[in-house]
């Protein structure tokens, strides 16, 4: 049923992924390890949605590879994604749920209080029967948190989860990120929020134009960035 | 004016000749529907979501089968079931069981071609998140036709819409035998040419009637079924 074996470190080695003549990521070495969250910052476009997905299996590399513990292959069984545009099931919430458990794996009898676990950890108790598509976009992100945790992932991909929330509702879930990483699993956020990037980050990984261009420890990374782009994402200023 | 008034007075009062013709007008187009969708929609969800060669083609062809002219579906049926035929042995010619095969021929393409762009359009949605939560190709068709389903009752209501409407597959197949294989479309034509206007009316009005119930019904379970969805 589940793999015992550690999809960690993950690496990608110098991978470039093309789409038609387009080069969306261009000789991409980063390794990812357990621990805090490694944040991926940068402007649209810059790639990060494409490492995120190449990351975590769903679509394949052009040139160099990534590794999943030091496999080349490795069933997406520990891994799960929050895509920045989640889709809702046409079920209700706690159906969505039950589902994501179906597919992880979790015997029938285990589903409904799991789900019911699941749902109050991302504060949507309550919600059990209520319409997935009827749910605003900030419960919708929770339930698709939700969804990615009934995998009981080791490692968490999160593609702009708070893009397009409020304040509070951005709140909500970078609490419930928090409190995830510090369960132990690992989390990959993509952000182009500075801010958020701040607030999570144990790593930083700056891409601009389908290239890294730094990576390491947060705090470094904000007290000394070695490059131009990372210095004028800091500043503020737009970097295009 | 009289002619109107004895068509309601045989609706009103259950004549058992009518009764016998709207029933054996229902069970056909009935069952031909759920034959057609055991066939259709597998056929349907089969096409939105593999890739092969002939592929276009192959959706093209079931677009255009849509529109299958219900009087050659009944001569190939006929001379199929016919003494002759290859399938003359089973003796079903002039039975409701031929009758059934005609719109069933009829009406799974409806179902299949529909099927196939409800089941493609949730695919594209739906795709990132099953293959984000590894489920394999079986899961997949599940999860789309019952994601789907109030959309796919409308593809069945199309094709019940069609086996109830039309009359030259089954007039051809069933013969329009009095007591056995008459419906409502086929005593419709007859009586119309008899001039017995009377039991034309009066089918023609339960034949309305009740296509409009079904839709009705159809739609009060898509509603309530989508407010619980979303």
Redesign the interface.
Same mark, same amino acid.
């Given at each position: 049923m589940r793999a015992l074996v550690s999809d960690l470190p993950l690496m990608l080695v110098e991978v470039g992924i093309l789409a038609g003549e387009v080069t969306v990521l261009d000789d991409i070495s980063l390794t990812l390890s357990p621990g805090a969250p490694t944040v991926l910052i940068g402007p649209n476009g810059s790639g990060k949605t494409t490492l995120l997905r190449a990351a975590m299996g769903l679509i394949p590399v052009t040139r160099g590879r990534v590794t999943w513990g030091g496999r080349d292959a490795s069933p997406p069984d520990r891994r799960a994604i929050l895509f920045q545009r989640p889709v809702m099931l046409r079920r209700s919430t706690g159906d969505n749920v039950r589902y994501a458990l179906a597919a992880a794996g979790v015997p029938r009898t285990a589903r409904y209080d799991r789900a019911a676990e699941l749902l109050v950890l991302v504060g949507l108790e309550g919600f059990d029967q209520r319409p997935a598509r009827r749910l605003s976009g900030g419960e919708q992100q929770r339930l698709a948190l939700a969804r990615a945790l009934a995998r009981d992932p080791e490692v968490l991909f999160l593609d702009e989860p708070t893009a397009s929330l409020d304040p509070a509702a951005t709140k909500a879930i970078e609490d419930i990120v928090r409190d995830i990483s510090a369960r132990g699993v690992k989390v990959v956020m993509a952000t182009h929020d500075l801010g958020e990037a701040k607030r999570l980050a144990g790593e930083i990984a700056l891409l601009h134009r389908g290239h890294l261009i730094e990576h390491g420890p947060a705090a470094e990374f904000f007290a000394a960035p070695r490059s131009e782009e990372a210095r004028k994402f800091i500043a503020g200023e737009l970097l295009v | 004016m009289t002619v109107d008034v004895s068509a309601l007075h045989m609706v009103l009062t259950g004549d058992p000749g009518l009764f016998a013709i709207v029933r054996l007008s229902l069970v056909v187009s009935l069952s031909a529907v759920l034959f057609a969708a055991l066939i259709g929609v597998p056929i349907g969800a089969f096409i939105a979501l593999t890739r092969f060669p002939g592929r276009e083609g192959a959706i093209v062809t079931l677009n255009a089968m849509m529109g299958l002219p219900p009087v050659v579906v009944g001569l190939a049926v006929f001379l199929a079931l016919s003494r002759s035929g290859p399938l003359g042995s089973w003796g079903l010619l002039f039975t409701p069981q031929a009758m059934v095969i005609a719109q069933t021929i009829l009406v799974a393409p409806i179902i299949a071609a529909l099927t196939r762009q409800t089941i493609e359009d949730l695919w594209v949605?739906?795709r %990132?998140?099953l293959? $984000?939560?590894?489920?394999g190709p079986a899961?997949r068709v599940m999860?789309l036709v019952w %994601?789907?389903r109030f959309s796919l009752v409308t593809a069945l209501l199309a094709g019940f819409g069609r086996a109830a409407a039309e009359v030259g597959a089954i007039i051809i197949v069933g013969g329009n035998i009095d007591g056995f294989t008459r419906t409502m479309t086929t005593a419709i034509a007859l009586e119309t040419s008899k001039g017995d206007l009377p039991l034309a009316i009066g089918l023609g009005m339960v034949l309305i009637f009740i296509v409009i119930l079904i839709n009705a019904l159809a739609w009060g379970a898509r509603r309530a079924g989508e407010?619980? $969805?979303?």
């Open positions: - | 949605e739906y %990132d998140e293959a $984000a939560m590894n489920v899961g999860t %994601d789907a407010r619980y $969805a979303g």
